[in-house]
């Protein structure tokens, strides 16, 4: 048996990437908005589902984490089984990269209807430059 492509398949073309074989499942968890303004980045991540307890948002070495926890809460009164789940459950993780200048302290978040809202500040090019440190030379 020989494997030839379909003849209306070009093999170097942008009909490669879009064969079946190179579909996967799509990942439709923490849809993110970024918008940018004169003094701030703003986030809108969707997390429908989740309760504001169960996300956790974090800076370490210059990149904001955002963790959110899903758990399949089963009723042991319900009667019936599920013929097909699609909701979620369970953990996701996305990150972005602010700078190592942005601290946690500095980041303001609310949480409504589902979305997570973050404003993170900008660090302007002066205070960047007045944040330079030096080493110090000795004698």
Do not use: C, H
């Not at 439709?28 to 996300?55: F, H, Q, R, V």
């Not at 002066?126 to 000795?138: F, L, N, P, T, V």
Request: charged share 40%; aromatic share 10%; glycine share 6%.
């Amino acid at each position: 048996m020989m494997l030839m492509p379909r003849r209306d398949f070009d093999l170097f073309g942008d009909d490669f990437f879009r064969d079946d074989f190179f579909k996967g499942e799509k990942n439709n968890l923490m849809k993110t908005d970024i918008k940018e303004t004169d003094n701030s980045y703003i986030l809108d991540i969707d997390l429908p589902g989740y309760k504001k307890e169960d996300i956790k948002v974090d800076i370490t070495d210059g990149y904001l984490t955002i963790n959110a926890k899903t758990s399949d809460e089963v009723n042991e009164e319900e009667k019936g089984k599920y013929v097909r789940r699609e909701r979620f459950m369970g953990e996701a993780t996305r990150s972005f990269y602010v700078g190592e200048d942005i601290k946690e302290d500095e980041v303001k978040a609310n949480f409504k209807n589902g979305i997570l809202n973050l404003e993170i500040p900008k660090v302007s090019p002066e205070e960047k430059k007045s944040a330079k440190k030096y080493i110090e030379i000795g004698e």
